[in-house]
């Protein structure tokens, strides 16, 4: 089954889209909703499962998936992409995939994608590119598999690969700055087990305590470490690598990253000096509030859904990334060594309530809500679930 290849308009703008409601597909007219395609019948049995999020960078070529680690093992997957805001073109908010062993025939995927398998007919791995020489694409995955099959795919095409096992943080360090890591053994003295060329790597992805590499020269390097924990600092140590090379991994100072990212609000809704006024409740600031912990754990303020909304139909809407587009200043990550990195957040990093502490989609009338966050940067610091932002619809 496949859903949402190739792509199709956005919905925002338009009054004639499909869109998710509930469990079903809707096709829907201005206000009528033309057809529907039943879902809640649908039941997909899985005993493992991954959630996570890539960016594709501008133009990148042949990103392995490799199902988040799950090879051909994957029985269920599901790829959600994020175009850049300033993409006003939809024609141009797509990427293209294909299955790897087979290079020569492309798929296209605008906003959504669903594949599933059976047991003995499992998803094969997947190669994802970003046509676009302009934007980035942010691409939330989700993959299962049925049982707890854990061998991986033979591939008699391409796969040259290394396994290290009962690694540990210690393990990974920079060998020439700007330019390669190296994995070391755990003995006494100790001795180089393989070198990494930044350049060369492709993609990482993680598993459980299992990390695994893609590289241009080794093609994939599998790192078991002995705890979860390790697997996923190393994981964010690397990709902090990859983002500033100049970074010296054993002169991080502490190690480990152990601090939440944390989101900045504006001072005013849509960040205008005379937009309703973003208020911390109990804190003692007057502005510059943030979810650090130093203002509390509530924040509040009133919209005009006809004034921010967005104009679907006949009717105004507040969906989840208008709300981040029109609260949130940004997101920043104090990571390792306490240098700092730029976190996107989308509509998945948000759950938003209504009055009564239901989750609901988006905002289609005039009331009290409140959103919290459900986001996490890659060594698995959380920003705290308690934190909660109210909000007056008038």
């Not at 290849?5 to 079903?24: H, R, T």
Request: include cysteine; proline fraction near 4%.
């Amino acid at each position: 089954m496949c859903v949402g290849c190739p792509g199709s308009d956005s919905a925002f703008g338009v009054s004639q889209y499909i869109k998710l409601q509930n469990s079903d597909f809707i096709a829907v007219n201005g206000i009528n909703t033309i057809e529907r395609l039943l879902g809640g019948d649908i039941r997909i049995p899985y005993k493992q499962i991954v959630k996570s999020r890539i960016i594709l960078k501008t133009g990148q070529v042949n990103y392995l998936l490799n199902h988040l680690g799950l090879g051909d093992n994957a029985t269920f997957l599901v790829i959600k992409a994020t175009y850049n805001q300033n993409s006003v073109n939809i024609e141009d908010n797509y990427i293209v995939w294909n299955y790897y062993d087979n290079q020569s025939q492309s798929y296209p995927m605008a906003q959504m994608m669903v594949l599933t398998g059976s047991p003995t007919n499992r998803i094969k791995q997947i190669y994802l590119t970003n046509p676009s020489t302009k934007y980035p694409v942010v691409l939330d995955i989700m993959v299962a598999v049925i049982d707890d099959e854990y061998s991986y795919y033979a591939d008699t095409l391409n796969q040259i690969g290394m396994s290290f096992m009962n690694l540990s943080i210690l393990n990974i360090e920079t060998y020439v700055p700007n330019e390669s890591i190296v994995i070391w053994d755990s003995n006494i003295p100790r001795s180089p087990l393989a070198y990494l060329v930044l350049s060369s790597i492709n993609s990482i992805s993680r598993v459980g305590k299992l990390l695994m590499i893609d590289d241009d020269s080794s093609n994939r390097l599998f790192l078991d470490f002995s705890i979860e924990s390790y697997a996923k600092q190393v994981e964010s140590i690397l990709n902090l690598v990859l983002d500033q090379t100049s970074v010296v991994i054993q002169d991080l100072n502490p190690l480990q990253d152990l601090i939440p990212p944390t989101v900045y609000f504006y001072d005013t809704v849509e960040n205008d000096i005379a937009g309703f006024t973003i208020s911390a409740i109990g804190s003692t600031y007057s502005s510059g509030y943030s979810t650090n912990g130093d203002h509390g754990m509530t924040f509040s303020t009133y919209i005009s859904i006809t004034q921010s909304g967005l104009v679907s139909g006949t009717y105004s809407v507040l969906t989840k990334d208008r709300l981040i587009e029109i609260l949130i200043e940004n997101t920043i990550d104090i990571t390792h060594g306490g240098l700092t990195q730029s976190m996107s957040i989308s509509d998945s990093d948000i759950i938003l309530y209504d009055y009564n502490d239901l989750p609901l989609v988006s905002i289609y009338d005039t009331g009290t809500y409140s959103f919290k966050f459900s986001m996490s940067d890659i060594a698995g610091n959380q920003i705290d679930p308690d934190i909660k932002f109210e909000i007056y619809v008038i």
